[in-house]
């Protein structure tokens, strides 16, 4: 697709706001990005919500609804902030005029970003998570020797995409298996992610692996390689305590003996109308 070529640049924009929005859904991430690569600083993406929803893969009620929650204000830890996106109306029968509204804050993502949406199963939460692992890598502006790769928790990796903690492992797997990051992980550290910004080969990708983990290697301290849990079983495990006072007879102790219990007399069956009935077999006094 490589929508941001068709305005010359180098790289699609994501605010940091929109990227760990939970008012946002995955669509609006998408949207956000064709509209992005699209425009220009006074070019509008010039587009019917048919064509957009079909360029990405979305219907025409995911496109409104992603696209209403753009045009809406939206608050973060500064109070209410303008939309990201405005909508010109050019008449009817015309295509709407998208301009993004440009953020404080924003992580540069690849060109190309939007052609790997085939290889993803959970398309726009795995780009999310493809943001957040830039957002999260080390910044080297000032020149400093900081690591290229990002080592964050689930949770703050979940935070910042605006994805939920359980969902992480699953969209960082389809990252590794579109190519798109490099994993390491050891027991007890955060998982090392690496992202890759152009596309390799299986060879390249090969070597990379392996020069990121002699480098990891070679860090101060042990680094266990990850071995999955595996449940195990407790019966060898256990115990038997001596100490505990057992039975010396043979016999299985009940909780009262048969001979001592008391048992209640059975009760005679009472008939409903035996109140009504005379005591003399039957017979009422004539007499009376």
């Not at 190309?112 to 795995?126: C, N, Q, T």
């Not at 048992?263 to 009376?288: C, F, Y």
Request: with cysteine.
């Amino acid at each position: 697709m490589r929508a941001a070529s068709l305005v010359g640049k180098h790289h699609l924009r994501m605010p940091v706001d929109l990227l760990g929005s939970r008012n946002h859904d995955a669509n609006a991430f998408l949207i956000y990005l064709l509209l992005d690569g699209r425009s220009g600083p006074n070019t509008p993406a010039i587009m019917r919500r048919e064509v957009g929803a079909d360029r990405l893969g979305l219907s025409t009620a995911q496109w409104k609804r992603g696209m209403a929650a753009l045009l809406r204000e939206h608050k973060n830890t500064k109070g209410t902030q303008p939309a990201f996106v405005v909508n010109t109306r050019r008449g009817q029968g015309r295509a709407s005029a998208r301009t993004v509204l440009p953020a404080a804050r924003y992580v540069k993502l690849p060109p190309d970003l939007l052609d790997r949406l085939p290889d993803l199963e959970h398309g726009g939460k795995a780009l999310r998570l493809f943001g957040a692992v830039l957002e999260l890598q080390p910044k080297n502006n000032d020149g400093g020797s900081r690591p290229p790769w990002c080592e964050e928790s689930s949770a703050v990796l979940a935070k910042t995409a605006g994805v939920s903690p359980v969902t992480v492992p699953t969209l960082r797997q389809e990252l590794e298996d579109a190519g798109m990051v490099i994993v390491d992980i050891a027991d007890g550290r955060p998982p090392v992610i690496l992202p890759i910004a152009q596309v390799l080969t299986e060879d390249e990708r090969k070597d990379l692996a392996t020069t990121l983990r002699e480098i990891l290697a070679a860090r101060p301290g042990t680094r266990t390689p990850y071995r999955r849990r595996s449940g195990k079983s407790t019966e060898s495990s256990v115990a038997v305590d001596d100490t505990t006072p057992r039975n010396t007879d043979d016999k299985p102790r009940t909780r009262t003996d048969a001979s001592t219990r008391r048992t209640r007399p059975a009760r005679t069956p009472r008939l409903a109308n035996d109140r009504h009935e005379p005591q003399d077999g039957g017979r009422r006094d004539e007499s009376a």
